[in-house]
């Protein structure tokens, strides 16, 4: 660990993106959803220096937002995780963010400060329209990706726990 400091949390979940940018409102709404079933979400803009200094604070990470692969149809769940060697984030555009995730991930490596643990979830997005809601696929995958970040994080923080517990 860089400077020998402590994480302050187990896990994290970060929401990334702005309410009024179309798909990019999914991570302000997985965040207040999330928070309806009892699951502690922050909301950032998801720039660059807010990712880096919350991933300090935390094991593992999960961050949501909006994607733009182009590989799949809007709508569909994406995950990845650091632990895939084909973890680049850089290859999806996450959301509105000039200097974001990928960039954060970027300088992370270079600086060693990545969480232990890294996982991107959002959906496909569509539309980044000024002043419009969700674009139809994007809001109906929703209700997948606020059951699948829910299994995620019940992963981090209930079930990987218990299982270093138990082989120590």
């Given amino acids: ?12 979940l970060l929401c990334c993106g702005h309410m009024d940018r179309g798909d990019d409102g999914i991570g302000p709404l997985c965040a207040s959803a999330l928070q309806e079933r009892k699951i502690p979400a922050r909301t950032l803009q998801g720039e660059t220096s807010e990712l880096l200094e919350a991933w300090q604070q935390a094991e593992a990470v999960i ?11 809007p709508g569909t769940l994406i995950r990845i995780d650091s632990a895939d060697a084909a973890f680049q984030p850089e290859a999806a555009r996450c959301s509105t963010h000039g200097l ?3 960039q ?14 890294l996982i991107l979830m959002g959906l496909e ?16 995958g929703m209700p997948l990706l606020l059951d699948a970040i829910e299994l995620e994080w019940k992963r981090l923080t209930i079930i990987a726990p ?7």
């Avoid at 954060?104 to 643990?117: D, F, H, Q, W």
């Avoid at 997005?125 to 109906?140: G, K, M, Q, Y």
């Fill in 100 to 102: 974001g995730l990928a």
């Fill in 104 to 117: 954060a991930v970027k300088l992370g490596r270079v600086l060693k400060c990545l969480p232990e643990t």
């Fill in 125 to 140: 997005a569509a539309s980044f329209e000024w002043a419009s809601t969700l674009s139809p696929p994007v809001a109906a």
């Fill in 1 to 12: 660990m860089p400077g020998g400091k402590a994480k302050k949390y187990r896990a994290l």
């Fill in 63 to 73: 961050v949501v937002d909006a994607i733009t692969s182009g590989e799949v149809p």
């Fill in 162 to 168: 218990r299982a270093r517990h138990q082989q120590a």
